[in-house]
């Protein structure tokens, strides 16, 4: 059974930038698409950034894709997400899923996603 346990989060000023970790276990992430996908108080949890297990293909929604990377270490286990540019609009619990496949591509549906973590608060605010 993969777990997942997201890190990185905080308070951050307007401008500023994290890096989010999502640790897998119980399983090896190559076999795995992974995904990040924030939440904002009162609305919808959506995916903003994914990367597929075969090729390490990455997608984003267009409103981060110059802003958020992406990226995996199948060795330890760990997808990230590296944030620039923060804006207050960012502010959400940032979660991270996984899907068992393997596929050159991916999907940031969250329909699409089995396994997911507790999520890490991200707040960005002067």
């Known amino acids: 059974q993969l ?13 500023g930038s994290l ?17 990040w996908f924030p939440q904002a ?3 919808e949890r959506e995916g903003i950034a ?9 997608n984003y929604l267009d409103s981060v894709k110059d802003r958020f990377t992406i990226s995996k270490d199948n060795a330890k ?3 990230y997400l590296q944030m620039i540019s923060l804006e207050p609009e960012d502010t959400a619990i940032y979660y991270c899923a996984a899907k068992h496949e393997l596929s050159a591509s991916c999907l940031l549906s969250t329909s699409a996603y089995d396994y997911w973590g507790q ?7 002067s």
């Not at 999520?119 to 605010?125: D, F, L």
């Open 19 to 35: 890096r989010l970790s999502c640790v897998a276990s119980g399983a090896f992430t190559y076999y795995y698409t992974i995904g």
């Open 50 to 58: 994914c990367i597929s297990s075969v090729d390490v293909s990455p």
């Open 77 to 79: 286990n760990t997808v």
């Open 41 to 43: 108080p009162g609305q």
């Open 3 to 15: 777990q997942l346990v997201e890190s990185g989060g905080g308070l951050v000023q307007p401008g």
């Open 119 to 125: 999520g890490t608060q991200v707040t960005v605010s």
